[in-house]
Structure formats: structure tokens, C-alpha cells
């Protein structure tokens, strides 16, 4: 079965620090992915896609790929308090995506 | 409006009942979808359209039933629901149905079977 795994969490992390999330995948065949960031009680919101490996940098987020570990993470930059939510990977399957179950980060003032 | 909007943001029913959620994107895309969010679980992708036509019925129990009247509205079609089914049901639009295009989701509606 085609998974995507995530660390449920919580990641706790001061305000300032760089957060790092991780997300490995079974697919192979999974050539595009997504992050999204999820509030308690919201609808998820996408942050970044990713769909070559290496690093892929919007503001104080970078999404990395690496294809041959059947690997992606997410850093999160000058980590800020309203960054405190549930974040899921995503892999892009033939027309469907694949979703984690997310990792709750909590950032601390 | 922008976006993908959803109606109702809450919705209480019993069993016997039969209620409708509805879906409408503004974004000129092709593909609408049907996901259900279940506490602790991931994301679980119901139904996917593309043009209107289904393309993914992915073995969801037949009380709830998808319509796609044309590609800018989705709606789903409750009755004689189990309290089972009680969850965020989330909407979703992508500009087409390969897995590399990029799904935005609508605000959801918080389903609760009594």
C-alpha cells in the first residue's frame, strides 16, 4: 500500500529556531509534493510544492527533495507562534495525491 | 468570492436525514474533489471529477452520493448516515486531475451525526 509517513508529533521549538518536518514516502512512482499547513478547527492551506530534488526556498520556508530516500522535509525559518499548527506532506500520485498524517508543531514564545 | 467556498460550515443531523453539502470554485479550474478528515487519520480522498465526469469512486459506501452539475460546482448528497461518518468533509479544486497540479481546499463543513 502507497503510504506517506509523518512523526505525529509535537515538534516543540522556541520562537526564532528553525523548525524541520519530515516526511518520507513509499510510492516511487510519487514525482510531485506538497506541504500543507492545517490550523486546529481550518482547512488545510498549501505552502509549497516541490517536484525536482534539491531545495526549493518562498520567504522563511524551504521544502527539500531527495527522490533516491524517498524523502521530503519542510524548514521553517525564524520560527513565529501563529506557525503552530498541523503540517501534512503530500505525494502527487497518477491523479490522486497521498497524504500523511501530519505533524503538529508548537512553537513557544 | 474567491477561492473554494463551501456551504454549510456546520451541519448537525440525525440519521433518518437527508442533507446536501455543496462546493463552488472560483479559481477557472477542471478537477473537483471530495475528501473526508477523521481525527487522527489521514486525509481520505472520496471522489474525484474532472470535467464534470468521475474518475475516482473510491469505495465510499453508497449514502453518500457525489453530483458535478459543471466544472465549477461539486456537491455531495447525504442520507441515512451512521455516526461514523461524523467528520470534516473538505472540498478541494486543482487545475487538473494529474497528481503534479496543485489542490486548494475549501473552509469544510463539520459533519455531525446524531
Known amino acids: 500500500q502507497k503510504e506517506v509517513e509523518q512523526n505525529s508529533g509535537p515538534l516543540s521549538v522556541p520562537e526564532g529556531a528553525i523548525a524541520s518536518l519530515n516526511c518520507t514516502y513509499s510510492?516511487?512512482?510519487?514525482?510531485?509534493f506538497f506541504w500543507y499547513r492545517q490550523y486546529s478547527g481550518k482547512s488545510p492551506e498549501l505552502i509549497m510544492s516541490?517536484?525536482?530534488?534539491g531545495d526549493k526556498e518562498d520567504g522563511r520556508f524551504t521544502a527539500q527533495l531527495n527522490k533516491a530516500s524517498q524523502y521530503v522535509s519542510l524548514l521553517i525559518r525564524d520560527s513565529q507562534p501563529s506557525d503552530s499548527a498541523t503540517y501534512l506532506c503530500a505525494g502527487g500520485g497518477t491523479y490522486k495525491y497521498i497524504f500523511g498524517t501530519g505533524t503538529r508543531l508548537k512553537v513557544l514564545a | 468570492e474567491t477561492g473554494v467556498t463551501q456551504t454549510p460550515r456546520h451541519l448537525v443531523m440525525g440519521m433518518t436525514n437527508k442533507k446536501s453539502l455543496k462546493c463552488e470554485q472560483h479559481l477557472g479550474h477542471n478537477a473537483m474533489y471530495w475528501y473526508k478528515q477523521s481525527a487522527k487519520k489521514p486525509l481520505e480522498l472520496m471522489f474525484v471529477y474532472s470535467l464534470e465526469e468521475r474518475v475516482e469512486n473510491n469505495s465510499v459506501p453508497s449514502r453518500f452520493s457525489p453530483e458535478c452539475p459543471n466544472s465549477s460546482h461539486l456537491f455531495l448528497h447525504l442520507h441515512t448516515l451512521q455516526p461514523e461518518d461524523s467528520a470534516l468533509y473538505l472540498c478541494?479544486?486543482?487545475?487538473?486531475?494529474?497528481?503534479?497540479?496543485?489542490?486548494?481546499f475549501g473552509p469544510g463543513t463539520r459533519l455531525t451525526v446524531t
Open positions: 478541494a479544486s486543482s487545475q487538473g486531475i494529474s497528481g503534479s497540479y496543485e489542490q486548494y
Open positions: 510510492d516511487r512512482g510519487s514525482q510531485s
Open positions: 516541490i517536484y525536482s530534488n
